[in-house]
T-cell receptor, first 112, second 113 residues
Framework: DQQVKQNSPSLSVQEGRISILNCDYT??????FLWYKKYPAEGPTFLIS???IKDKNEDGRFTVFLNKSAKHLSLHIVPSQPGDSAVYFC???????????WGAGTKLIIKP | DTGVSQDPRHKITKRGQNVTFRCDPI?????LYWYRQTLGQGPEFLTY????????KSRLLSDRFSAERPKGSFSTLEIQRTEQGDSAMYLC???????????FGPGTRLLVL
């Protein structure tokens, strides 16, 4: 039972354009959603998070949108840069025990 | 202290051997988590500590796995009688009570032959 799904295994975007990464979830007990970026042979690096009571959070080039009725969130990166090429994971936190439930990741490729 | 550190970064072992991994969290963080990640998947939660107390264990954590955080600082994860299915990246993360962000170490990649 996958509680957090990232349905696009990969995404290719032109440098300077907007990258939109999507994530769907099923459990209404998640209280925070987080996006992490991962390079090969490294641990995940925290990017941005959003509380379940918000619908938008912005930090520089990164914006996360949450649609609770659709149980859907998205990460927007604008403008996309070559250094953004990595695997992006969506994670959701259970309010009962703080563990993170992760999607399978989306590999983002920024083309020059 | 600039982040979470893990040791070793890589471990190759033969089936049936025991292995132990170490995690040093960010110094003021009182929560510490262990996750396992296999290729093409997101990390899966294994267990977490608040200070020295182990508060939650996943059903993924079989009896062959044990984790400790004896003084509420560093933690060890031991796998006894390793199996080929244990081959994965083992990730450690830490956080402060009252915050939602977990900060991850570089991971220990285990290969069981």
């Amino acid at each position: 039972d996958q509680q957090v799904k990232q349905n696009s295994p990969s995404l290719s975007v032109q440098e300077g354009r907007i990258s939109i990464l999507n994530c769907d979830y099923t459990n209404s007990m998640f209280d925070y959603f987080l996006w992490y970026k991962k390079y090969p042979a490294e641990g995940p690096t925290f990017l941005i998070s959003i509380s379940s009571i918000k619908d938008k959070n912005e930090d520089g080039r990164f914006t996360v949108f949450l649609n609770k009725s659709a149980k859907h969130l998205s990460l927007h990166i604008v403008p996309s840069q070559p250094g953004d090429s990595a695997v992006y994971f969506c994670a959701a936190r259970l309010d009962s025990n703080y563990q993170l439930i992760w999607g399978a990741g989306t590999k983002l490729i920024i083309k020059p | 202290d600039t982040g979470v550190s893990q040791d070793p970064r890589h471990k190759i072992t033969k089936r049936g051997q025991n292995v132990t991994f170490r995690c040093d969290p960010i110094s003021e963080h009182n929560r510490l988590y262990w996750y396992r990640q296999t290729l093409g998947q997101g990390p899966e939660f294994l267990t977490y500590f608040q200070n020295e107390a182990q508060l939650e264990k996943s059903r993924l954590l079989s009896d062959r796995f044990s984790a400790e955080r004896p003084k509420g600082s560093f933690s060890t994860l031991e796998i006894q009688r390793t199996e080929q299915g244990d081959s994965a990246m083992y990730l450690c993360a830490s956080s402060l009570v009252g915050t939602q962000t977990q900060y991850f170490g570089p991971g220990t990649r285990l290969l069981v032959l």
